[in-house]
């Protein structure tokens, strides 16, 4: 039997981690949910969080009967895991900022952490810190605004429209003479690219795109190797009545149709 992914996000952010598991497993069934009717998760308290993640996941897991739930939203992985694995017999898979491969590929001991305001100030980032990063110093950004703008804004945004947008917080990190930068929010990794635009070549962003992915095939029992050709950026290849975009809200529905399109997704509507 097909085995059912399901992506879970404040917005758009998980859908890079949908496309880089697609690459190597073209033949899953893929669902994703927008939680758009609460997005922002970054600048909401963790009880509030915690309450309408377990309502929109329950609706998911209804309708869609996954395999595996990944939780592609750091903010809602470092408050809501613990309860989802309690509530729901379907494994979850989460993601936190990349501080420890980040920590370990540093030369210079010095990496930054690009996340929102909640990843940035939660005591769980602070110990992620401790704990792998002890002999780094590491200097942390964070913007609501510019998960914002990538969420509504961005695919209908020229290149000179983001890098404006984005200069100040590359400017941040170049000052502080980092190496590596960790995008510990997942919106961000819509912006990698065009971040290394805005960075010396010595500054390398870095994300948990590839160990989220070994994770969910490690839990299904499924092969690493990539089966067929490369799916790059914003492309996925082959329409499939089973690759579904949800959201919870009707705000902003033709959008999100358009970036349901641009990733090969059937815009399913409001759950």
């Excluded at 399901?6 to 949910?33: T, W």
Aim: hydrophobic share 40%; with cysteine; net charge negative.
């Amino acid at each position: 039997m097909t085995k059912t992914i399901a992506f879970f996000d404040s917005g758009i952010g998980g859908l890079p981690y949908l496309i880089h598991l697609k690459n190597i497993k073209p033949d899953f069934n893929y669902v994703y949910l927008a939680d758009t009717a609460n997005f922002p998760y970054g600048i909401k308290s963790g009880e509030m969080i915690k309450e309408i993640v377990l309502s929109a996941i329950s609706r998911f897991i209804e309708i869609t009967a996954p395999d595996v739930v990944v939780i592609a939203c750091n903010t809602a992985s470092v408050i809501t895991l613990p309860y989802l694995r309690e509530k729901f017999a379907v494994p979850f898979i989460g993601v936190v900022p990349a501080v420890k491969p980040a920590a370990s590929m540093s030369e210079n001991k010095r990496i930054g952490l690009f996340a929102t305001n909640k990843t940035v100030s939660d005591n769980y980032t602070d110990n992620l810190i401790s704990q792998f990063a002890g002999n780094c110093e590491v200097y942390k950004y964070a913007d609501s605004n510019i998960v914002s703008f990538i969420e509504t804004k961005m695919f209908e945004s020229d290149k000179k429209q983001i890098l404006d947008f984005l200069r100040p917080a590359a400017e941040f990190f170049i000052e502080k003479d980092v190496d590596h930068v960790v995008l510990g929010c997942t919106h961000f990794l819509f912006i990698d690219d065009i971040l290394e635009d805005l960075f010396p070549p010595q500054i390398k962003t870095i994300s948990s795109r590839e160990g989220v992915s070994r994770q969910i095939l490690h839990i299904l029992g499924e092969s690493n190797a990539a089966a067929g050709g490369s799916i790059k950026n914003n492309q996925v290849e082959a329409d499939n009545a089973k690759n579904c975009f949800y959201v919870t809200s009707e705000t902003n529905r033709e959008y999100y149709k358009k970036v349901a399109a641009a990733f090969r997704l059937q815009f399913a509507g409001v759950i």
